[in-house]
């Protein structure tokens, strides 16, 4: 029930406009893949939120063979599409083309603010990076508690192995309108360096920052620094404790940002349940004046060597809620993802 009523939630322009360009943008990077199983599975799992005649019209300006192989998935009569390009694209691969013969004309070597772009565009479509490796994720979320909606949301996780550290971060936006009206814009950001302290222990700094216009707060974060231990590490198994005393910050409608001392527990489980999925099972208890549990689980399924379907729950239990919320919330996400 949920697919369907985003499904149409999402139905909201003529099937000839074709894809928003968010959507295109993830239809050519799967068929970037060269990879006719990987741009099946985008096409069917953009049919989840898309028309059939709409993607059909995105595949149509990738080429012809992507066209019938979309029409086919999809269901629908195959018929010669010749892809039309929209004018603003023409226009711009033009300028672009113009700009790297002049380019080529006047130096042999890139400028920095050209070899940056590049090096982005390669490290999302081509998954080139010699530095970073981390997903970027495409979805839809389903919330129920204090608010029951379906949103966009579009999510990045990297990480980055330094000199005797570890550093990760995650960033997850969320997006919906409810009648021409903003119904979500959330944003979460979350950072951690770590570093090896022994064959099982590590010390870590944790930094996480949350604005949530749905909740009673206009914002709300944490900084800590604590330490980790490695409970379990086998091939298909690791159990990983962390603990971190901090302060968590807080801003309130209508009452400003105050301060409370505050301690992280934190239980994270990864098992690798075959070749192609793995669960991840994440605990965590932030206790304070104003304290939270959070339960956290990921299901990923590989789709190829660079994409997968990922499935997450998490329930969220605030201890003492603000006056008019409740104090459970739980939400679902299911997202496209690619590494890189």
Do not use: C
């Amino acid at each position: 029930m949920i697919l369907t009523a985003f499904a149409a939630l999402s139905l909201t322009a003529s099937p000839a406009e074709g894809l928003e360009p968010p959507f295109q943008e993830l239809l050519a990077a799967a068929a970037a893949e060269n990879d006719e199983a990987v741009f099946v599975s985008a096409v069917n799992l953009l049919a989840l939120t898309q028309s059939a005649e709409r993607i059909a019209a995105g595949a149509g300006r990738l080429s012809d063979r992507h066209a019938i192989l979309a029409r086919r998935a999809l269901g629908l009569p195959v018929a010669p599409v010749t892809p039309v390009p929209p004018p603003a694209m023409v226009a711009v691969d033009a300028e672009l083309q113009d700009a790297a013969e002049e380019n080529a004309l006047t130096s042999s070597v890139e400028p920095f603010w050209i070899a940056a772009p590049t090096s982005a565009v390669l490290l999302l479509t081509q998954a080139e990076s010699d530095l970073w490796a981390g997903k970027v994720r495409l979805g839809v979320r389903a919330d129920s508690g204090d608010t029951d909606r379906l949103d966009y949301t579009l999510g990045l996780d990297a990480e980055r192995e330094l000199v005797g550290w570890g550093f990760e971060t995650s960033v997850i936006y969320s997006y919906s309108e409810v009648d021409d009206n903003v119904g979500r814009d959330e944003l979460i950001l979350k950072a951690r360096g770590e570093r090896e302290a022994g064959e099982r222990w590590t010390l870590f700094t944790n930094t996480e920052w949350e604005r949530d216009q749905v909740s009673g707060f206009d914002w709300t974060g944490f900084m800590g620094i604590g330490a980790g231990y490695r409970a379990l590490q086998r091939d298909k198994a690791e159990w990983t404790i962390r603990a971190a005393p901090g302060v968590r910050y807080i801003s309130e409608v209508g009452n400003g940002v105050y301060y409370e001392g505050a301690f992280d527990l934190l239980s994270d489980v990864e098992v690798q349940l075959s070749e192609t999925m793995r669960l991840e099972a994440e605990t965590r208890l932030l206790a304070s004046n104003s304290a939270r549990a959070d339960q956290l689980f990921k299901l990923n399924t590989d789709l190829g060597d660079l994409w997968s379907l990922e499935v997450r729950y998490r329930y969220r239990y605030e201890f003492d809620p603000e006056p008019g919320f409740e104090a459970g919330d739980s939400r679902t996400d299911l997202a496209l993802v690619r590494e890189f």
